[in-house]
């Protein structure tokens, strides 16, 4: 399962790597009573990027310097062949403005996958005053139906791509908590 993680994970740095020397660390989510959005009752602030975000009680969100990325996972299920995972990879723009770096991404990620199928036309969406080009693909990773949603900005020559991955039969079951992440996602000054 892991391998399945990483391959996935991989895909999106490509064109927004960035060294670091620490590798990965799961962080001790801080509690929140006051959150505006209920369903989301924990806040992750990065030491290394700079991006909070605040996710569902239960979830588990993991930093990785190496790779650039923080990852918002579900609670593992035995009866789930993937676990539901909301990837933010922090990178360079390659000097490329948002349309050309987002369709630099998606051309990539076609050329990557099996049976990729994108189910809806690129848009525009406002998140917390930041604007992100977004779409949504199904596509085959080892045999496995994915439905991933994702959404791309840029800010101060950085790079945020948030990426929504779940089973394709899945998916709509954690919409819900993905919408909520990815509503609550901020940029701050490091």
Request: negative net charge; contains cysteine.
């Amino acid at each position: 399962m892991k391998k399945i993680l990483y391959i996935f994970l991989s895909v999106f740095l490509v064109l927004s790597c960035e060294e670091n020397k620490e590798t990965e660390k799961t962080i001790k989510p801080v509690q929140t009573e006051n959150s505006d959005n209920a369903m989301n009752q924990q806040v992750f602030v990065s030491e290394w990027f700079p991006v909070s975000v605040s996710f569902p009680k239960g979830w588990e969100a993991v930093e990785d310097t190496t790779l650039s990325m923080i990852y918002i996972m579900t609670p593992t299920d035995e009866s789930d062949n993937f676990q539901e995972m909301v990837n933010i990879v922090v990178g360079g723009t390659n000097g490329k403005e948002l349309d050309a770096f987002f369709d630099g991404n998606l051309k990539m990620i076609q050329g990557m996958f099996e049976e990729l199928n994108q189910t809806e036309q690129p848009s525009y969406q406002i998140i917390n005053g930041v604007k992100f080009k977004k779409v949504r693909y199904n596509y085959l990773i080892e045999g496995l139906p994915l439905t991933a949603q994702l959404y791309v900005t840029i800010k101060d020559d950085l790079s945020y791509i948030i990426n929504c991955s779940a089973l394709q039969n899945t998916f709509d079951e954690f919409e819900e908590g993905f919408s909520s992440i990815v509503s609550s996602f901020s940029i701050s000054q490091l």
